[in-house]
């Protein structure tokens, strides 16, 4: 049962929705997962993936391979990384566009705004645990 109107059930409106989103909504969706180590040290499953994170490509011809994220393409769903390219027939390097989906943030790019985001993040997923945990006398 629906539980809000605003919400559509509907497969054809929901992919309407994915496809015609605009970037500040498409920034929460190319969301990347972090590594364990990562995960465990800040509390945090997944985070929106930006320019200077140093990812691992888990899935397609490029796999095994990590590197530094030179651009977040918001309009074609896709990242590019320094060390994946592929070279044209004239020789010239072109990036390889790569899913957000099939990668691992293995170190984070911090600044302040970061950090804060981190934390919050934290410290939602603190309440959310902590929630069914009242008195019980």
């Known amino acids: 049962m629906k539980r809000s109107d605003k919400v559509s059930s509907s497969r054809r409106t929901q992919r309407r929705n994915l496809y015609q989103a605009p970037s ?27 320019k200077n994170d140093v990812v691992k ?16 393409y918001r309009r ?5 990384v320094d060390k994946v390219t592929k070279d044209k027939q004239n020789g010239q390097p072109v990036n390889v566009p790569i899913k957000t989906h099939n990668c691992v943030i293995e170190t984070l790019h911090l600044d302040k705004d970061r950090k ?12 959310k645990k902590n929630k069914g945990m009242g008195k019980t006398e």
């Open 24 to 50: 500040n909504l498409r920034r929460k969706i190319m969301t990347v997962r972090l590594s364990r180590e990562l995960r465990k040290k800040y509390n945090v499953r997944n985070l929106p993936i930006r």
């Open 57 to 72: 490509i888990l899935k397609g011809k490029s796999r095994k391979k990590s590197g530094k994220v030179t651009a977040v």
């Open 76 to 80: 074609k769903w896709c990242i590019h």
């Open 116 to 127: 804060d985001l981190l934390e919050r993040v934290a410290r939602n997923a603190d309440r």
